[in-house]
């Protein structure tokens, strides 16, 4: 049995996606984008986990638990068992663990769909935790590569999450640390998986040319016996209140890792279209205006980035780039410069009728893409929010120059921002950096 709650729709031409969302009667809800011209079908599962889920006592345990359910369950007992099962429908089943969830995807034939989600369902039903021993040893390995020699981390996103949101969750390692991760038991991930893996805590889904109702029916075969479990709760995400503010870590190397964060509002907020547009307008092909002032026009790095990563109640605008040591004072004073720029001159006419096109061009693009967009409405429907891609096209479309100015110069003011450095900077430039949160701090008039 099932309870079909919602069902929301966007209908066209038959290219066009037909949204639809239908909750199971154990809660799991599925959600559906049928895209009759594709000759494949993806699926995501999504479940809440990663750090921001996380007691510090358990942090890394989500990340394990997601690793250790490839190991085996009761119908393939082992990883080899299930790897041949799962590789034989379909192209492999991936998972990964974010700050806030785990995914699982794969992409199959649609007329073998149901014999993929069921050894999903069979992977959630009776997880054994085989050989739990050698995930550990993986892991281990994977976190090595964040650390150098003596063993402290410097990965600058873990060091930037962890200054800018220090006494919550969120801000932890996905990974964990490895003296936790060592000890975690049998005992512990199963704890994890019952309190989080509940079938009302799941959200299955599924892109491609399937037919909404069929894609319940498979689910329901494959995940309707799963146990609704407890509803997880999301801790809510606290940030420093001193900014301005500045971390820096002393690592040798040929390169200077640095970011540059700022807190925004979250991606249901009226403000998010007006944000995409602002990071697009940064980082969003060769003419962007990240690569074309900091890349082509004075040389700096060879490559600089700008995003967003959204949670559930809050978000954060993100710079990031690998320079050599000498350049790190000059890259972050044209990233402030051009941060500045965004909300004191609005997007020129070309300038914003290439933005608008080539984000026309990216949502047809998906259009083409079952992967991306299985998991682009699975996270949607995993936040709860509603399923309306036509009506995000539409509130990004409907936004001029000057909205996008009104919203970085709220937003993305120098007082809010956090820059993170990891790197090998002599005296003279460590100084400077010194100086600039200094002026970042006590802003002069005018």
């Given at each position: 049995?099932r ?13 066009a ?8 009667s ?13 000759h ?10 990663g750090p ?7 942090n ?13 369950c ?9 790897n ?6 379909s192209?492999?089943?991936?998972a ?13 034939r649609?007329?073998?769909?149901s ?5 999903v ?10 050989d ?9 390995e ?6 150098d ?14 200054t ?15 003296h936790?991760?060592k000890?975690?038991?049998v ?7 019952e ?17 909404h109702?069929?894609?319940v ?10 146990p ?22 002393e690592?040798?190397?040929s ?5 540059l ?10 403000e ?9 307008l ?27 990563e ?8 993100v ?21 500045d ?16 096109y080539?984000?026309?061009?990216d ?9 991306e ?6 996270l ?18 409907a ?38 949160i ?9």
């Amino acid at each position: 049995m099932r309870n079909k709650q919602t069902t929301e729709s966007r209908k066209g031409d038959t290219r066009a996606r037909v949204e639809a969302r239908t909750v199971l009667s154990n809660g799991l809800t599925v959600v559906t984008a049928r895209l009759s011209h594709l000759h494949t079908a993806s699926m995501s599962l999504f479940a809440p986990g990663g750090p921001r889920h996380e007691a510090k006592e358990d942090n890394g345990l989500s990340h394990l638990v997601e690793h250790a359910l490839f190991r085996g369950c009761a119908a393939y007992p082992s990883a080899q068992d299930f790897n041949e099962a799962i590789e034989a429908c379909s192209l492999g089943l991936g998972a990964a663990t974010y700050r806030e969830f785990v995914v699982f995807d794969g992409t199959c034939r649609p007329r073998r769909l149901s014999d993929l989600l069921d050894l999903v369902g069979a992977m959630l039903a009776a997880p054994t935790w085989t050989d739990l021993h050698i995930e550990q040893r993986i892991i281990v390995e994977e976190l090595q590569d964040e650390r150098d020699e003596s063993g402290r981390d410097v990965d600058v996103d873990n060091i930037a999450k962890l200054t800018l949101m220090p006494d919550c969750g969120a801000g932890r390692k996905i990974g964990g640390e490895i003296h936790r991760v060592k000890r975690f038991t049998v005992d512990d991930c199963q704890r994890w998986f019952e309190d989080h893996y509940g079938a009302q805590n799941l959200v299955l889904s599924v892109a491609g040319p399937l037919e909404h109702e069929a894609v319940v029916a498979a689910a329901e075969q494959a995940f309707g016996a799963l146990p609704a479990g407890r509803a997880a709760s999301r801790p809510p995400v606290t940030v420093r209140p001193d900014l301005p503010a500045m971390e820096y870590v002393e690592h040798g190397g040929s390169q200077t890792s640095l970011q540059l964060a700022w807190l925004v509002p979250t991606p249901a907020s009226p403000e998010w279209p007006a944000l995409v547009a602002a990071q697009r307008l940064l980082d969003d092909g060769s003419c962007a205006r990240l690569r074309r002032r900091v890349t082509d026009d004075d040389g700096l790095a060879y490559h600089i980035s700008a995003s967003l990563e959204g949670f559930t109640d809050r978000a954060l605008f993100v710079v990031e780039a690998d320079v050599s040591h000498d350049n790190v004072l000059p890259v972050i004073d044209a990233v402030l410069e051009e941060i500045d720029r965004l909300g004191s001159v609005p997007a020129l006419p070309g300038e914003w009728e290439r933005l608008r096109y080539r984000y026309g061009l990216d949502l047809e693009a998906t259009q083409d893409a079952a992967p991306e967009t299985a998991y682009r409405d699975g996270l949607t429907a995993f936040y709860r929010r509603p399923l309306d891609s036509e009506g995000r096209r539409a509130r990004f479309m409907a936004l001029s120059p000057q909205n996008v100015t009104d919203a970085a110069k709220g937003l993305l003011d120098r007082s809010g921002v956090q820059i993170t450095v990891v790197g090998d900077l002599d005296p003279l430039h460590r100084a400077g950096l010194r100086r600039r949160i200094h002026r970042l701090r006590t802003p002069t008039d005018g």
